[in-house]
């Protein structure tokens, strides 16, 4: 079993900065990929950002310029550092992590709890 923290959500004013962490632990070979989804009321889940283990990143139009992910691949964590923050941006924002058992396994998907990030203007 894997399991996701998440930590860093709050409430913040619309220009305003978060960071949000996400650890990984339990039985873990390797971890492929790492990204943080989000979901406002209403809409559906969207990727914010994804980054493998070689730092490769991916970013939505949305949040390009403001947003950076990054990961510490000894402590399988993955980070979020959101900037410039818009009212826009006001979703839970979820963990996501692809993690391999063995050198073998294929890599399955989990995810956390979800954490509340909320702009006001």
């Known amino acids: 079993q894997v399991q996701l923290v998440e930590s860093g959500g709050g409430l913040v004013q619309s220009g305003g900065s978060l960071r949000l962490s996400c650890a990984a632990s339990?039985?873990?070979?390797?971890?492929?990929?790492m990204a943080w989804y989000r979901q406002a009321p209403g809409k559906q889940r969207e990727l914010v950002a994804r980054?493998?283990?070689?730092?490769?990143?991916n970013y939505a139009d949305s949040v390009k310029g403001r947003f950076t992910i990054s990961r510490d691949n000894a402590k399988n964590t993955v980070f979020l550092q959101m900037n410039s923050l818009k009212p826009e941006d006001t979703a839970v924002y979820y963990c996501?992590?692809?993690?391999?058992?063995?050198?073998?396994?294929?890599?399955?998907?989990?995810w956390g709890q979800g954490t509340q990030v909320t702009v006001s203007s």
């Open positions: 980054i493998n283990s070689g730092a490769e990143t």
């Open positions: 339990g039985s873990i070979f390797s971890i492929p990929a």
């Open positions: 996501n992590a692809h993690v391999r058992y063995s050198i073998q396994s294929p890599a399955y998907d989990y």
